[in-house]
């Protein structure tokens, strides 16, 4: 199952990266993005579980968030 959850993700990244060099995605989108992440991550760490799965995933997928981040900043100058 996070080996699907996990494929979903990179798509939606690869795909984000797409709209987010054409500055088109509102910076709220992204924020809310990565809030929810570092929420759950927050979550699991609460818990101590942060040698799981999920958390490995959650962990990769907030790295390509603020690479997003940093692609907008540069691109569409905004800060990050």
Avoid: F, N
């Avoid at 996990?6 to 924020?31: F, G, L, R, S």
């Avoid at 490995?56 to 905004?78: F, G, N, P, T």
């Amino acid at each position: 199952m996070l080996h699907i959850l996990k494929k979903i993700a990179d798509w939606i990244v690869e795909h984000e990266k797409d709209e987010a060099t054409d500055c088109t995605v509102p910076d709220e989108v992204i924020d809310e993005w990565l809030e929810t992440i570092e929420e759950r991550k927050k979550q699991i760490e609460e818990h101590g579980h942060t040698d799981s799965a999920q958390y490995e995933m959650l962990s990769d997928l907030e790295k390509k968030v603020k690479e997003i981040q940093a692609i907008r900043a540069k691109k569409c100058h905004i800060k990050s």
